[in-house]
């Protein structure tokens, strides 16, 4: 079982930055597909970023540019620096992890592990 624990989070002004961090004590990320996702309040959880073990990389459209998704050189920790911040980025941030390579069409149903979230709030 990887239990996975966000941090980070916050309440920061418009064009403002935050980093998320995620870890899973005890394991290392180096099998695993992962994604940051997000849900405001009566939406749907979305896609944000996603990273694997060879390094390929992805973002939702809304951010690319803004968002940058990394490991650390260990793979013990996931990162999310969100720069330039905007009101609609306001949601809680989900750390999930899926144990294959990212492929095209991964589903949000076919990650097996999903931290508690971490709230950003971005204000005007």
């Known amino acids: 079982q990887v239990r996975l624990q966000e941090s980070g989070g916050g309440s920061v002004q418009v064009g403002g930055s935050l980093r998320l961090s995620c870890a899973a004590p005890g394991h290392t990320f180096s099998r695993y597909c992962m994604a940051w996702f997000r849900q405001s309040p009566g939406k749907e959880r979305e896609g944000v970023a996603t990273i694997d073990s060879v390094g390929n990389i992805a973002y939702t459209d809304s951010v690319k540019g803004r968002f940058t998704i990394s490991k650390d050189d260990v793979q013990t920790r996931l990162f999310l620096q969100m720069n330039s911040l905007k009101p609609e980025d306001t949601a809680m941030y989900f750390c999930?992890?899926?144990?294959?390579?990212?492929?095209?069409?991964?589903?949000?149903?076919?990650?097996?592990?999903w931290g508690q979230g971490t709230q950003v709030t971005v204000s005007s």
């Open positions: 999930a992890a899926f144990g294959d390579y990212c492929y095209r069409g991964l589903s949000i149903y076919e990650y097996q592990y």
